[in-house]
């Protein structure tokens, strides 16, 4: 988040905040990611990501099933996650598409900037997509269970039950169901549950 805030010309913004006891560590975060990309700007990570998504679904589609499929899988998703930072406005525009890569584009932007309107989505990717773009659903649960506060972990906790049910039996032990019992245990952190 300091790197963030300081890319973006706001760190001094975001100390002064802290220092103040302004708000909570959620609100500390909405304040470093509040500055609008301007319409270029925009056009132009739209453009990266979607070039991304097209890396991931050739990667997905060009090589076996591997740990290596998965580690190059990975290094574009964190590609992904750098770039979208601060382009929040983008999720409804990859969340919608018929591409895995572009949806897996949306859950990137989500891991770093929650949004509780999203969360609903975010907890039926585990039945909708393929299990490296539900992996990373559970992720960014995780994230919303511990950067929305408790005013939305009523909302956070219903996504993740739904994310749970969704896992069959023998997922009960995979990283899916690790990551799903990690925002359950933020959850309960804030009290929510």
Excluded: N
Excluded at 12 to 39: F, K
């Amino acid at each position: 988040m300091l790197r963030l805030a300081d890319s973006q010309g706001k760190l001094g913004t975001l100390i002064s905040m802290a220092c103040r006891g302004a708000g909570s560590l959620s609100s500390l975060r909405s304040a470093s990611l509040a500055q609008p990309r301007g319409v270029g700007d925009l056009d132009a990570v739209r453009d990266a990501l979607t070039t991304l998504a097209r890396e991931y679904e050739s990667v997905r589609a060009s090589m076996p099933k591997s740990d290596e499929r998965t580690r190059r899988m990975d290094a574009v998703a964190s590609r992904m996650r750098a770039t979208a930072i601060g382009a929040q406005t983008l999720v409804r525009t990859f969340a919608g598409s018929e591409s895995a890569g572009e949806r897996l584009v949306a859950v990137a932007i989500l891991q770093d900037a929650p949004d509780p309107v999203w969360v609903t989505w975010l907890g039926e990717r585990l039945a909708a997509e393929m299990a490296f773009v539900g992996y990373h659903a559970a992720v960014a649960l995780r994230s919303a269970a511990r950067l929305l506060g408790p005013e939305h972990a009523r909302e956070v906790a219903a996504a993740v039950a739904v994310a749970h049910s969704s896992l069959g039996s023998d997922d009960q032990s995979s990283d899916r169901a690790r990551v799903l019992d990690g925002a359950t245990r933020e959850l309960r952190g804030v009290g929510a549950l």
